[in-house]
């Protein structure tokens, strides 16, 4: 089976088609179906099938695009005009770039294409969609909470074995450790760890 996690295809790239029907076909690259099981691309005016749409005239067949697999493509080298394969390279500059490699083709460099600089707005938000000032809002306050929480831990263990005894949850000693620390702490401490220190406070 087929398998890659290197991808030289990519959207905007000019490919030729090397096996089915169509084989020898020069078209661009629409869509590249990232799965490493079955990775596909999609080519523009390629491999056309009929699709139904539902519209509100009712239901239309529309002529698409249906996908390639990945291994059924190759690049066009922009010289040649051959389908040839794609190497990595570093320019004296330090700038990682592609260029064709194989035996038609020129070593040309091969840029990537602009629409791939190009990026879908972000819709207006909601009614449900948290506000930015919301979203940035402190809700934590750094603290000593690691000790804290083992003083509260050890007091709560403390406390129930002296209640077992039947002498009371007096705990004079930890007042002044809960005086000490701040509310963001025990904004995420546990219920019964709140409900303990209102009590000892």
């Known amino acids: 089976m087929f398998e890659t996690n290197r991808w030289k295809i990519v959207r905007g790239d000019t490919v030729m088609i090397m096996a089915g029907k169509e084989k020898g076909q020069i078209g661009t690259v629409l869509e590249v179906l990232r799965d490493k099981a079955r990775p596909k691309v999609k080519v523009e005016g390629r491999n056309l099938c009929m699709k139904s749409f539902r519209t509100?005239?009712?239901?239309?067949?529309?002529?698409?695009?249906?996908?390639?697999?990945?291994?059924?493509?190759?690049?066009?080298?922009?010289?040649?005009?051959?389908?040839v394969r794609i190497?990595?390279?570093?320019?004296?500059?330090?700038?990682?770039?592609r260029f064709t490699r194989g035996r038609n083709a020129s070593g040309t460099v091969v840029p990537r294409s602009e629409i791939l600089k190009q990026r879908?707005?972000?819709?207006?938000?909601?009614?449900?969609?948290?506000?930015?000032?919301?979203?940035?809002?402190?809700?934590?306050?750094?603290?000593?909470?690691?000790?804290l929480l083992r003083a509260?831990?050890?007091?709560?263990?403390?406390?129930?074995?002296?209640?077992?005894?039947?002498?009371g949850n007096t705990l004079p000693h930890l007042r002044p450790l809960l005086a000490k620390s701040s509310p963001g702490v025990w904004a995420g401490a546990r219920t019964r760890w709140r409900g303990f220190a209102a009590s000892a406070a």
């Open 120 to 147: 879908t707005p972000r819709p207006p938000p909601g009614e449900k969609d948290t506000p930015a000032e919301e979203a940035a809002r402190v809700t934590y306050v750094p603290g000593d909470m690691p000790s």
């Open 87 to 97: 190497g990595y390279k570093y320019l004296e500059d330090g700038t990682k770039v």
């Open 152 to 167: 509260v831990a050890a007091a709560d263990a403390a406390r129930q074995y002296s209640t077992w005894l039947g002498r």
């Open 56 to 83: 509100e005239e009712g239901p239309t067949l529309l002529s698409v695009e249906a996908p390639l697999h990945y291994s059924n493509v190759q690049h066009v080298d922009p010289i040649t005009g051959k389908a």
